[in-house]
């Protein structure tokens, strides 16, 4: 056991370094005054150095192989050890130069990025995706994958997921959500203007508050505030904060930014706090945390239960802009299927058209069938099969997110995920607890964040996601569970 | 040069890991919610524990060493060299079963005096502070020191200075500022009555926000927040926080504690950026960082001339509490004379019997000449003699400040240093700057930070105290300007 504190107090060191810098990006978005940002930059690099050290410190290395053979350790510490090790071991598969070579692609690709948006250029932004696709291409070889190259870079976010896994999901979505989609716009539109009145900022905030506090989040162990993309982030499962931002002529960003952000920081809250620093204590993947920001975003904050719940709490802050409008106002409001150019705007069935099309376009770059050059062709033409709309500029077109200028390849898809497993998760919660819906409506929402701690949350990484949901579902994640979900909501909402 | 680089590039790389802690310091004074503290404390000591390795570095030490051989480095270099080996092998001398058993001892003794402070019991803390006399006896001969062992101890705070000088000041202020306070309460009494009316905490935030921005103190470069005990912290010159609080029914409390730390904060604004983590990047003493404070506070935030500046402003926020009131009202007001038992809500002559008394407490603590178990009574009798009132218990007594329990000696001294260090520069000021009571009452208060950043602020630690008060004024310190200005602002105030 004296080998297995050692390890523990070498990863919680690194935690403690970690969380630190988490703590520096923290007030670098929210609070650090303008003139800060040269010597932020260089106190978080000393700190990634520290951690990076040790992360690879030849010691612990071999500490976690003695531990591997260690048959006194029980399930949880076994499991530790093993992620631990893997994690050791793909560390070191890094060289200095290749580590430091990107980085420096990045921040030049950061930079070039942004003039090439401002100025809808996208060669001003090629060099730079060409460079970073070159690297990225070289880090699958040499961090290895069984069947195609990018599973080594969807494992970075999702740990084990294969490209012919997110392959089939978006057949699906191909062949059920496109036309689905289709159907609705031949319907009768929906508005949405209730959304887009004035809403005071000062009592926006109140609303948000009282969202977080609806869901059971705790303030004891957080706290919101405004920074220009929200965000949550954690520094151990006792302080786990989220950021909002606040549009006067809006209410949808801030109520559903609100919700998704807290979804996302109960996860994190309900992390076993006796597990701080180790595998134990951290989230299983990016697409298992998602799930628990759309679940609360989509399936609770967009259903006509829980505006049963909120809106009597909004009438009192806005009686005027409120007057006249029931839950099935907003419920509809918050529904609007209308495709859309923006992914951050778009609707949650449009939402995946968006994601499968970065996805198509990584997939290609990586596996070397789509040259850089070809990327605007390749975008506009999938906008306009599966949106059906016709882009006008690169800066709106594939110029508009900064995950590839920030050299990350593979993330995109964990957003999908996180839908789909968000309804599969949902539809379990339903069935452990047959008065769901009737909680909601009445406001009574923490039986549905204890189901989703006691299932989720309290475990860490002691499962992988695949063995999450089959334990949660009985069966690996199925996007069936998304499409049924989506027939079921939107037959409520249009005539289909 | 490129040892000088490697230097510097090893000092930054320190200074990035403790800004990074002072981050994280900040953030727990001001936005962590409560249940972030265990963590926060075991991220700190992590932090803590890299940058003394980096401190103590064998390699730091022996390139220290031939850089100080290096004859091509110019005035500036060597002086940043000699104070990194003069602060690495001082740091040398403390082992780690040292530093451990202080840092236990300081904890519990922490603990301790909370509870002997509310529940007024000085045996209760009398072990504790037994037990941190002997560490810092003990601490004393290991680091060294010429005459008197309370040297070393001084020496931590105020580099150079020594019990003999301090000896020099306070018998200057025993037999002159003892009778005048005397005489003053002979006088017929001032009144303070239109601080204590109630002023709304907006209010006031917005008025101290007001008096920052009249300094100068630059918001780019620094904010403003709400913590428990006002501070100011720096990241680098470029990111400068204070913090402040707010008392609805006492205006003095936020006034002048802002102009106090905004005097800090344009100290630390004003060091040079480009030699960030180096000596000469960082303020000479806390002495002189004091004098800073004060000289705003006090010379300037207390005086006629700023009020003729300032009150329009707070006028327009509070109309009906300054109603009738002119700048003499509130000249009066903030320079009430009246001895009391609590240090830090003491007026600005008889603040110096309170620092007096705890220096004369130390000193002999430290020399051995008084018992812990007699520190009551010897404190108790000094209120008396030099402040002539009658300590009622050892609450509002001997147990009032956090600093023994912090296990601080050598660390009061600095604040009456800092007043008359403020008085002899401000009496430099006024020569340089003919006019400079007419641009305070104008509120131009800019020529004055500007001649502050070029007399003091610009050197960093280039120039030590004693030098640096002898460029400016001529010699050393004396306690005379300090009594100078005493006399002829309260012949103002009082009829004496």
Known sequence: MLDYESYKNQLRRLADVNFAAAVLSWDQETYMPAKGADHRASQLATLAGLAHAQATDKALGELLEKLQADASLDLVQQRNVQHSLRTFKKTQKYSAEFVEALSRAISEAFQAWQTAKKENSFAHFAPHLEKLVALRREECEFVGYEKHPYDAL?????????????????????????????????????????????????????????????????????????????????????????????DENDLADMVTGSIHEGGHALYEQGLPESEYGLPSGEAVSLGIHESQSRLWENNVGRSLEYWN????????????????????????????????????????LTYHFHIMIRFEVEKALIEGSLAVNDVPAFWNKRYKDYLGIDVSSDAEGCLQDVHWAHGSFGYFPTYSLGSFYAAQFYAAAEKAIPSLTQQISNGDLLPLREWLREHIHQYGKQYSARELCERISGEPLQFSYFMKYARKKYAHLYAI
């Open 309 to 348: 719940t909120v809106l009597p709490e909004l009438k009192k802050l806005f009686p005027e802009q409120t007057a006249g409008t029931t839950a099935h106002t907003f419920f509809e409001a918050l529904n609007v299927v209308q495709p859309s150019f923006i992914r951050v705007n778009a609707d949650e």
């Open 154 to 246: 969807l494992d970075e976010y999702e740990p084990g997921l294969t490209t012919a896994e997110v392959e089939k999901l978006f057949d699906e979505v191909r062949t059920e959500l496109v036309p689905f989609v289709k159907a609705i716009a031949a319907c009768k539109p929906n508005s949405n203007a209730v959304l887009q009145k004035n809403y005071a900022k000062d009592k926006q905030w109140e609303f948000g508050l009282y969202l977080l506090r609806l869901m059971g989040y705790d303030f004891d162990a957080g706290r919101q505030d405004i920074s220009m993309h929200p965000f949550t982030i954690n520094f151990g499962s006792n302080d786990v904060r989220v950021t909002t931002r606040v």
